[in-house]
């Protein structure tokens, strides 16, 4: 089972170019969600997606887009990246409305911003 | 509000030895799920055990048990019989009604051969 896929796993950027990452995940899951995790600052959520069509922020939205693009995926976008915005990025996805459904994550892409 | 509260930022367990980390949380939702979480220096999130609010048990998967007191707001996760391998962050979650999912700051668990 595949699971949450993330792409890419790696990116160097330099401040102010713009690029999206992947998610996709194959549970058949309602929710999905971005987080961004810095040393020393556990896991700070971003967006979220709870249903197809729907998007919401989370605690740290500012600086970035996402696109619910169908059930499946699930797409962050860096407009114009920062170095503030150095960071590892998990996708994950959960059931909906249901308290005993874990998440699932994806194994991270690791974004430097020069 | 939401919170979980995870007061241990590194902790040392001698190998085959228990070890307990601990978690507490807030929340005014009446049902809710407590959820733990491993990550490896490889840095993957490895779903560990789940509890939930209304549960009469406390949870166990394995060498892993969760020590729920719902009165004290805490979901201590357990660890038995270490093994280097346990060596990674472990992170306390909880899901109320709402969609997000809360996450504490962590546990360095650090196992000593």
């Known amino acids: 089972n595949a699971g949450v896929t993330q792409t890419p796993k790696f990116q160097v950027l330099k401040t102010g170019q713009s690029m999206t990452l992947q998610c996709a995940q194959d549970m058949n899951h309602n929710s999905m969600y971005w987080y961004r995790q810095d040393p020393g600052m556990g896991l700070r959520l971003i967006y979220y997606?709870?249903?197809?069509?729907?998007?919401d922020k989370g605690e740290v939205p500012n600086g970035y887009n996402v696109s619910r693009l169908n059930k499946r995926e699930f797409s962050l976008r860096l407009e114009s990246a920062a170095p503030s915005q150095t960071s590892v990025y998990f996708c994950?996805?959960?059931?909906?409305?249901?308290?005993?459904?874990?998440?699932?994550f994806g194994d991270g892409t690791r974004l430097s911003i020069l | 509000a939401q919170k979980i509260t995870q007061t241990q930022p590194g902790m040392f367990v001698q190998e085959k030895e228990a070890v307990t980390l601990d978690c507490t949380y807030d929340?005014?939702?009446?049902?809710?799920?407590l959820f733990w979480y491993k990550q490896p220096s490889s840095g993957e999130m490895i779903f560990l055990i789940y509890?939930?609010?209304?549960?009469?048990q406390n949870a166990t998967e394995g060498r892993y048990s969760l020590n729920f007191q719902k009165a004290r707001k805490s979901a201590n996760l357990v660890i038995s019989a270490s093994q280097l391998g346990d060596s990674a962050m472990y992170f306390c979650?909880?899901?109320?009604?709402?969609?997000?999912?809360?996450f504490g700051t962590g546990t360095s668990l650090t196992v000593i051969p």
């Open positions: 929340t005014s939702d009446p049902s809710y799920g």
């Open positions: 509890q939930g609010s209304y549960d009469q």
């Open positions: 997606s709870a249903s197809e069509g729907t998007t």
């Open positions: 994950a996805s959960s059931g909906t409305g249901v308290t005993n459904q874990p998440q699932h």
């Open positions: 979650a909880m899901k109320g009604t709402g969609n997000q999912f809360y």
